[in-house]
């Protein structure tokens, strides 16, 4: 399907620590952070990663549209990030030079990434679908995408996506995840509007060494020119740092009758550990 | 491997590299400063499209550019002359060494298959006053690695390629396997790209991807000791006469921080002998922050087929000489990789028509002062001044003209001089450890005239039967009982073997003692890349069926090979390997005959590896 209709893509993603890592945090000279955080490897945040696919589908079905990446990180791991990404759909890069341990106020971050969009040359916003993931594994409160949507004046906004379907006339339906397992349909009139991405239907994007190449040429330079942004917000602080306390036990157990099992789980909740 | 009657696309490059290690970083950078320093004299041009630069590309297999999982310690000579202004701490984990020694660990625990000197030698010292270790008054000279560096070579090649991409001569690509090579009669010409959205056998899947032919006027080949297209050559070509891959061991270590009354300074290095078992050589580099890289090296002339690596690090880790330095400390990370320790002698045809190979699988580690990656880094920057030369004067990338240049500079350098001294120095372990000791001091005493000669062996011919190895410690009837239970039961017979010879449980602590699969988990994670086909094979399974040892499941440094209930061929688990290859040169069998590496398993170019915080 090609649809004679023009979007502007722009993904939100940061990068951020490798989540399946252990993380340590750590207080260093008065701030927190990551223990060993330079050395530990860096992805793009697996909640925006599959934004990407989506973005490239979005694009082969519609006419013109570009796609930019927006992306908050050390220069250094940002560049080792996208020896990767670069090969799997053109895009554009915007590089914000900040760093990316995760315990940073979102409403800062929100403010970075939003005057990064509109500073973006020919980018209109009522034209503009912004991606992002649903939540983050940078440890932050999961609003930074709110945010960002509302600092553009973006009213429209879905959270919990796993499909977009783009229509003839601009508009799109979203298929959104609410509770008990259930999906929210909804008709779109079109652009702009914020998209929190849950884990959608798409498998993920082939490494294309070609695409790869032409990517390259032009995102270098995008990192050479990468804004350094404080992102230290007054009035915010961190009181305390801690690993979250660990609730799983297992236990294997064969042949247990359902009654037997939900007995158990009764009696753990009744017991109150489960916290 | 890969569908011949698929229609693929393909691009035209100058350069293709395959694999980032140390020695593709030394070949990448000095052909960037080489081609960045000729835009000012007159540029260098593309032989594929004049008038642009050369296009130059590494395809690197892992997700990211730190594979490699080797704590090192080297003079860094050719490293540092690469950087004369070298800064250690620009790159983590990486400091200048300034203690060295040698300490022969007595065996605690009695459990230790000792030859008879070396089994008196422990009362001898404790008669001495020595109560768990000797450290020896000298530490031998060709050890030495004086005004050289201690670094993780994962953080390394990650900070060597952060400045490569900075200049933009080149390009590195991670996550993107080589799967093959093209050939047009003799002639390299290219690479191919893995397959993708393929399923584990290799059919196509969702979003089948053929690869891609990559079309090269050179391919450098840089892929390590058990990288596919090294290996790929090796049976296209054979091996040089008198050439061969037989020596190899098994390299696993720990990333450890250090409890904070740790007395040991930054920038020792301890190197370790006698224990957990004879043949198995430890050694110990204290990093900055107090994190140390600690670990053994397990050889493949360990005549016992039940090589379990993982287990045997950790007794090394708990006797008391090396407990004292780690205990209240912590695992942080773990890793593996082969090597390839036959040196010169495993130095295979190094160009053709079309490729030249460097690094480790080129035969540049010098297997007398146990360095690797300083050589490594040198046979790069050969081949780059060599490409330069060639590029400069407009010459092709013929297997002469390869050979007038890199390969006569191989000649004359460094690395063969020190690789050529210590050819035989371990030729005496094949008989022994007390032989391959002695033959080892009189090699690096004699700058390699005297060695203790002995008969080169493949490694499968090595091991020796079960009943035979343990025939003073374990009754025949019993071993052939543990053996059938494990056939029929699946798990391993390190397992049953190991406690029966008296070596005590190992009592999980979740910081230092930790269970192998926790190991993999903790501080990093094994790619497995989805859409990709498994990358072992068992090549011939009635080879399997007659194996009895199954010494591929022993050695698995990720518990990835695994015998399975009532089958006689192993299963693989991708999730679970990280790569190190110990699977290929451990296999008990044997099987293709005429190969360098004489082995029933198949080792795919498939995009993977252990990722890991701090390699």
Redesign the interface.
Known sequence: MSIDHTYHLVICGSVVP?P???LEPVVTQGKPGLK?E????MVLDPFVNHSLNEAAKLREATKDTQVHLVAVGPK?KL??LM??LA?KTAFNLVAVDAPAGGFIDSHTVAAALAEAIKAIPGLDLQKTLVFGGWSSASRASGTTLQLVGEKLGITEQFFGVDRLTPAADGGFTVLERVEAGQHLETQVAGAPAVIGWATGEL??L?????I??MN?AKI?PAIGKAKAVDLASAGFSVVDTALPAEKRQTRVVKDMPAAAVAAEIKEWIASGKAG | MSDTSVERQSMEVDIACVGFGPAMGGFLTHLSRGLKAAEASGPIQSPTMPGAPPTVICYEKAEDLALGVSGVETEAKAIKSSFPDFDPASVPMTTWIKKEKTVYLMDPWGASRRPLLVRLADPILRLLGKKHSFTLPVNPPFLHKKGGIITALGQFNQWVAGQLMAEGAVQIWPSMAVEDLLLEKDAVTGVRLADQGVDKEGKPAEGFMPGMDIKAKLTVVGDGPIGSIGRKLNEKLGMPEGRHLWEWAVGMKFVVSLPDDCPLEEGTVIHTIGFPEPEIFGFFYVMPNKMASMGIFVPSWMQTPVRTSYRYLQYWMQHPYLWQYVKGGKVSSFGAKSLLESGIEGEPHLVGDGFARIGEGSGTTNILTNSGVDEAWASGRLLADAVLELLKSGQPFTRENLDKTYVASRRRSAIEKGTRKARHSRDGFRRGFLPGMVGMALAGFTGGLLYVPSREKAPHDMLIDLERYYRDRIPAAELRAMEAECLQKGGTLWEKILPRLGWPEVVFDGALLISHQDALLLGGKVQAVHGYRDHVLFDDPAACEACRTKSCVEICSGQAIARVEGRPVPAFDREKCVHCGACIWGCARGGRGDLAIDSNIAFLGVPGGLHSAEN
């Open positions: 490798d399946l890592q252990s060993n330079l050395m530990l490897p250094a560049q080792q020896m990767v090969q498998p993920e082939p490494n294309n060494p070609k790869g190449m390259m270098m």
